[in-house]
């Protein structure tokens, strides 16, 4: 609820918070009871009780009366290993949403720019203005390309804003959440080559779609990775998130850090997750099968237009009321989700899950749009 200054009582504590965090609204997924939840980008499928217990095992090995290592050494070793660049090129955060704050905290701040093409991942804005920065809001736009409409930048608009004088930060999720696949490579590659600034490239959705930045830094030093176990790993509940670049700018970061910021347990369960490289493999290419099955199904819906995915979840354009449709998937036990941008206000966002849930869905929707 926004509260404006002159409603606050002279005794209320709240006179004392800043003008811009009154302003803002609390980021408060739903709650909402529901059997199947496709509304957050998650995994359906748990980490396997066999991995499980060898983080157990691990675990009552570890003293938990001291701190654990504040520079995850192992893990880092485990992610030079998975990602191919050197462990003093990446710094592990408490999921991808620390990292983002991290890289606002070291390379915007107060009163620098940081420019955002959206419809994007909230937590780049919301982190920005708590930080006090310039936020800019460039809006992508939609395109047809090989007879599809799909989402893009509009690299003419965002240079508008690139300034010489002051360094600048800007976000490019790659792909793009909530609109669902890549902004065209040629467009991201000449934005990266006339920025004055860090480029934060969000791959969260990395492992769903393959493309990356990450084998490219000694061409763009000036590009930072955001990566998360929180999707294709299973592992959201533990908070793990990682960045990858220039050696230099990691160490930015570590001046930066809650001093421990990312657990024990949340240590040891990436360490234990990367060592399995067959489940994940498998859970890969069940989720890249599943995907073209549920877009098959989607795409004989009436009334529902699916844009390209190369993530865990599809943005859907929908003729009926989107409010309608999201309440009548909830009454049948689907949670989803409505995104606020106005450019999206007549879509729904729903992951991947199972097959099964996936069959569900389709079959509800096939119901509600008929
Ligand atoms: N980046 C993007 C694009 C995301 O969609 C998300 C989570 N949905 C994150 C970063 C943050 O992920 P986490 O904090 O769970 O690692």
């Keep these: 609820m926004l509260i404006f200054r002159e409603e606050i009582a002279i005794t209320s504590p709240i006179r004392f918070v800043r003008d811009d965090i009154l302003k803002l609204t609390p980021y408060m997924p739903s709650k909402e009871s529901c059997d199947i ?175 990356t930045f990450t084998d490219r830094l000694s061409d763009y030093p000036h590009v930072i990775v955001i990566r998360t176990f929180s999707k294709i790993f299973s592992l959201a509940g533990l908070r793990v998130g990682y960045a990858i670049g220039h050696e230099d700018i990691i160490k930015q970061l570590y001046k930066v850090k809650l001093p421990y910021n990312v657990s024990l347990f949340s ?7 990367l060592k399995e490289m067959d489940w994940f493999k498998n859970t890969q290419s069940k989720f890249i099968k599943a995907r073209e099955q549920l877009k098959k199904g989607l ?25 309608m449709v999201y309440e009548e998937l909830l009454k049948r036990g689907i949670l989803t989700r409505c995104l606020g941008d106005d450019a999206l206000k007549n879509t729904l966002r729903f992951c991947i899950g199972t097959p099964e849930q996936n069959e569900i869905l389709l079959s509800y929707l096939r119901e509600i749009m008929s």
């Design 267 to 273: 240590q040891i369960a990436a360490v234990e997750i």
């Design 37 to 211: 939840k496709l509304d957050a980008n998650e995994s359906p499928y748990d980490v396997p009780i066999e991995i499980k217990e060898r983080i157990w095992k691990r675990l009552q090995d570890e003293h938990f009366n001291y701190y654990y290592d504040p520079s995850c050494d192992e893990l880092r070793e485990s992610l030079s290993r998975y990602t191919g660049v050197k462990p003093d090129q990446i710094f592990v955060g408490s999921g991808g949403d620390e990292i983002i704050n991290d890289i606002i905290m070291a390379f915007a701040g107060p009163d620098r720019d940081v420019i955002i093409p959206a419809p994007t991942f909230s937590s780049y804005e919301i982190f920005a203005t708590v930080a006090g920065s310039n936020v800019i809001i460039t809006p992508i736009v939609r395109e047809q390309k090989y007879g599809k409409e799909i989402w893009d930048l509009n690299t003419q608009q965002i240079k508008k804003h690139f300034t010489k004088d002051e360094p600048q930060l800007m976000f490019l999720c790659y792909p793009n959440n909530p609109t669902g696949d890549y902004f065209d490579e040629e467009k991201v590659i000449d934005l990266i080559n006339n920025f004055n600034g860090i480029v934060a490239v969000d791959e969260a959705y990395f492992e769903f779609g393959g493309k």
């Design 299 to 323: 795409e004989t819906i009436n009334g529902l237009k699916v844009y390209p995915s190369s993530t865990n979840f599809f943005l859907c354009e929908l003729e009926k009321c989107r409010d």
